[in-house]
Structure formats: C-alpha cells, structure tokens
C-alpha cells in the first residue's frame, strides 16, 4: 500500500512540473516592524511567466536558463508594477522590485516597501496572468503585526481589502 501510494505521489509531481491545467500565483506579504518594511514574495511558474511577459511584447525570454534576455528583470519589473495594485492605511505605494531567483519549474521574485511603520489595512489588487489565463487564481497570504491572513482572488474579483489590528 504504501508503495501505491509513493507512485501516486511521484507521478502527480512529475506531471505537475511538466505540464499543468492549473494557472496559480502566490503572493507572500510580511510587515517588518523592525526595519519599518512591507516585504514581499511571489511565486510564478515559470512557463506562465514568460508566456505572460511574451504576449507583452518582450520576445522569448529563456527564463532560467543560459540564454535569459538581459533586461528580463525589468520586464518582470514592470509588469509586476502594472499588475499589482497596494495601498497601505489608504495610500497607494510604489512596488520596489529587487530580483528574482529560479527553482527548477518556479520563478521566484521579490519586492518591498520602504518606510512602513503600521499597517492597519492592506488593499491588495492583483490581476496577474489574468490578461492570459482565464482560470488564473492568484493566492496572498499575509503576517502582519503576529496575523496571519489569505486572500483568493480571480478574473472579477481581483482587489480586496483587510484590516489588522
């Protein structure tokens, strides 16, 4: 029994990295009281990055690879500013982009905040892949001030508010 079930598990995460019908970012934002910093971390799979950054007009990208275009961070860059949307207590703030690492099939990118003492709400608005990817979901999860809280957000709901004591 329990080898039937390694076989399950290896087939399922052999596929899933090949090929996959499911259209999924997540999206990881942690207040730094500390530093006074909104951190944040998004996982993308890599072929929908690029499948989404080429319909953009930036030409095949070879993410993660030998030939990756020199200005891919800036095209990641960009469309990351297009695409997600915060205002913190009310006020919209600009996404400071810092890069981006490769993890087998997934891209990881980053992006802060600066100058963020208290965050007593957080309106998220997060479109990305949707231009592409009509079943796109784009999961955040946050810790802020010891809270954790998630949001699950699609094509017609894409912006939601939450509060945090």
Not at 72 to 93: A, R, S
Request: proline share 1%; aromatic share 10%.
């Amino acid at each position: 029994m329990k080898k039937f079930l390694l076989l399950i598990i290896l087939s399922f995460s052999l596929t899933a990295s090949s090929v996959h019908d499911f259209f999924v970012s997540i999206t990881q934002i942690d207040h730094n009281e500390e530093e006074q910093i909104l951190q944040m971390t998004f996982k993308f799979f890599t072929d929908d990055l690029e499948k989404v950054l080429e319909e953009q007009g930036t030409g095949r990208l070879y993410l993660g690879t030998e030939k990756e275009v020199e200005q891919t961070d800036q095209y990641i860059e960009k469309y990351l500013q297009q695409k997600i949307e915060l205002e913190v207590n009310d006020t919209l703030v600009i996404l400071n982009y810092l890069g981006k690492e490769q993890e087998e099939d997934v891209t990881w990118c980053y992006a802060e905040v600066p100058k963020v003492k208290r965050v007593h709400s957080l309106n998220v608005r997060n479109r990305l892949f949707l231009e592409t990817f009509d079943s796109q979901t784009n999961i955040i999860h946050t810790h802020i001030h010891q809270q954790k809280k998630s949001l699950l957000l699609s094509k017609g709901h894409v912006a939601e508010k939450l509060h945090y004591e």
